[in-house]
């Protein structure tokens, strides 16, 4: 308390005397000791100084180092605290003085003015909205159009006379870059340096966007050498020129050249954030893919191969603009978007939030469009993903987004889903033999992460795509325990609708007309778990219709398993689910097609109950290293349309039921229960043990 209270003084201060250049920036450097830690970040947030900082800047909006300053504080104050960063969007003319900031002042404002925007717009939709109507985007587009050693840059050096300035200049800019307490003396002050406290570090706003891809503010790690040491930055976490091999290095530069390449890089790392946070899960995308910024993004992936952060950004800058958006996806492929990703990958396979990204943006740019799938099944995308999951198992977050792409792939048809089961095999005697390395990745990533429950819904769609390659690829997923872990998935994330969606439907595909697998099925606690997603989540249509759909093909032809759906009394789930949605015909068709099924198999053992507000127990189910497992949830979520209808998937092997339905027995259903309603059916229900 004493603490904020001091603060919320100097707060006082700079508003009592904005004309006192001299007191702004001191003020300003008391609450730069303050931001390194969330804690205290968020009581600097609650001395209202975002205001005061705004004030100082439209008063002294000529005074490069003040605004420098100020847009480093706003970044720091707002970054990953939604908190601050709302207060901050309350601030009507911020977004207008940190736009003016960028396009008065040199690069080392741009950059920071450029990361301040960046921490505001992952905040929230008005605050991306307001960074539109600013008119910043274009001065951005403009800034990293202007490569030093251009046309342009050439020509400004030709017209200056004092070789020494520059040099000196650029020598503060960089050394402000890299400490920001260091302040040129070019600007004709001079100062006394000041100190940076003692364990104070700079954290860059970085959003997080893409999975569920919706921006936080989740600062970004720093990035790291190829062997993944960590490197000194500029400021936006940027390494400059990282090889692989010294081989591979570019000829050396100038040093004016160097300094100068320096702080350009560092811009365009700072632009794309500003550009992924626009886009990420926002209409924002639209205005900035009206500028040039798409191709501007391909053409630093080009001219900096193997800069790790150009490379990282850029991959979630074109997944967000290509999320759920045929035009996006357009643009980023014309500029040759596909390819680059995938360069991006290779070059950079120990670079974890790379792998992440670029495997996020195949997942956006393949969802959906099947010509873009197979281009980048044709640029060896399958082994690349393999290589990701390999290479950072420890990361739920690459291997959920792999596993997302995958997903997609597997969807462009038979021949892709077995060039995806086949990697990694090879050929003894014309055979193909050997365990699939997609299949083991996949089921190790289930069980590491048992708690991540967007890679576990990911992983079910992966599998569930893939087993309607047909009876090759179902026998090698119940080979390696896949049904078993599809099964602890289900367990583990019971109150997650899409995911029990999913592990329904991967079930039912692997079970499909195979006895053997059915059986297996039932062992692993398969049909118990799919009851118990139909009795938790009976307000979801989906649900209800992919259960009564998967009880509907496993009592086909296999008696054993009608026998065990009937002593289950599943037929309770089936009415239930007929009755919540009668209006439903997708619901009322399966379960009437379950209940044709199993009208021959009456119960032969007792109905089981337990308590009125309980679940069906899934206590079958198995776990272990060897059965089931689960997996931890992700950032920011690529979503794609789930493939809803089965029946009209001319690449799948779902069975059909259109030969067991009567129309006019069907319309006779649909009357008798026209007048039973959702929460009728939820109160008279029955659920069994």
């Known amino acids: ?30 609450f730069e000791w303050y931001v390194s830690e969330d804690e205290h970040r968020l009581i600097v947030g609650k001395t209202g100084v975002i205001g005061s900082i705004a004030q100082g800047m439209k008063k002294h909006e000529d005074d490069h180092l003040l605004q420098r300053d100020a847009c480093r504080l706003i970044d720091n104050v707002v970054q990953g605290l939604p908190e601050n960063q709302d207060k901050a969007g309350q601030t009507k003319d911020l977004m207008d003085r940190i736009a003016k900031a960028f396009v008065t002042h040199e690069t080392d404002v741009k950059i920071f003015a450029c990361e301040a925007l960046a921490a505001l717009a992952a905040a929230n939709q008005k605050n991306k909205q307001a960074i539109v109507k600013s008119g910043c985007l274009p001065e951005v587009c403009k800034a990293i159009a202007k490569k030093p050693g251009s046309k342009e840059d050439r020509k400004a050096s030709k017209e200056s006379t004092n070789s020494q300035a520059i040099d000196d200049l650029l020598d503060a800019k960089l050394a402000a870059a890299k400490d920001p307490s260091a302040e040129p003396e070019a600007s004709g002050e001079t100062r006394k340096s000041e100190s940076v406290p003692a364990g104070e570090t700079r954290k860059s706003g970085k959003p997080e966007a893409l999975g569920d891809m919706t921006p936080g503010g989740t600062p970004m790690q720093v990035p790291t050498t190829p062997g993944g040491t960590q490197v000194p930055t500029t400021p936006g976490g940027t390494v400059i020129n990282v090889f692989e091999d010294e081989e591979d290095q570019e000829p050396a530069l100038s040093p004016r050249s160097a300094k100068a390449l320096a702080l350009y890089q560092d811009l365009v790392v700072q632009s794309m954030t500003l550009f992924w946070a626009l886009s990420a899960n926002s209409k924002s995308r639209i205005a900035v893919s009206a500028t040039n910024a798409v191709s501007l993004v391909c053409q630093a992936m080009r001219d900096f191969p193997k800069h790790v952060a150009i490379n990282e950004r850029a991959c979630a800058a074109l997944a967000s603009f290509s999320k759920n958006d045929r035009k996006g996806q357009n643009t980023v492929v014309k500029n040759d978007g596909l390819k680059l990703v995938c360069d991006a990958m290779k070059y950079h396979i120990e670079a974890e939030h790379v792998q992440r990204f670029g495997a996020a943006a195949l997942w956006s740019l393949a969802n959906n469009n099947l010509d873009f799938k197979l281009t980048i099944l044709g640029l060896g995308a399958v082994t690349l993903i393999s290589e990701a999951m390999s290479a950072h198992p420890d990361s739920s977050m690459v291997q959920a987004q792999c596993c997302g792409a995958l997903w997609q792939l597997a969807a462009s048809g038979d021949d892709a889903r077995s060039s995806i089961v086949d990697l990694g095999k090879y050929m003894d005697q014309g055979e193909l033999v050997g365990d699939s390395t997609i299949l083991i990745l996949l089921g190790k990533a289930m069980f590491s992460h048992k708690e991540d429950a967007s890679l576990a819904r990911h ?194 092997s779902e069975g059909t039921i259109s030969d067991l339905l009567d129309e006019d027995e069907l319309e006779a259903h649909h009357k008798k229960r026209a007048s039973i309603g959702l929460e009728e059916t939820k109160k008279r229900r029955c659920v069994l043990m």
């Open 1 to 30: 308390m004493i603490r904020q209270e001091a603060l919320k003084q100097v707060n006082t201060a700079m508003s009592d005397h904005v004309a006192d250049l001299h007191l702004q920036r001191l003020a300003m450097k008391v």
């Open 459 to 652: 992983s079910c769609e992966t599998l569930r795509s893939l087993a309607c390659g047909g009876l090759r690829i179902q026998k090698e997923i119940v080979h390696l325990d896949l049904l078993e872990r599809i099964c602890g998935c289900m367990v583990t994330h019971l109150d997650h609708p899409g995911l029990q969606l999913q592990g329904i439907a991967a079930l039912a595909n692997v079970a499909f007309k195979n006895n053997h697998f059915k059986d297996q099925m039932r062992l692993a606690g398969g049909l118990d778990l799919i009851l118990t997603a139909m009795d938790t989540h009976i307000e979801s249509s989906s649900v209800q219709e992919f259960g009564c759909w998967a009880l509907a093909n496993m009592a086909a032809n296999h008696a054993p398993s009608a026998q065990a759906i009937s002593n289950a009394y599943a037929k309770n789930q089936i009415t239930n689910a007929m009755d919540a949605f009668t209006g439903n015909p997708n619901v009322q068709s399966m379960g009437y097609a379950a209940e044709r099924r199993l009208e021959h198999f009456p119960p032969t053992q007792p109905e089981k109950r337990h308590k009125k507000d309980g679940a069906r127990k899934s206590s079958s189910a198995p776990s272990g290293p060897g059965r089931g497992g689960g997996g931890p949830g992700i950032v920011i979520e690529m979503t794609a349309e789930m493939m809803a209808d089965f029946e009209n998937d001319e690449n799948s």
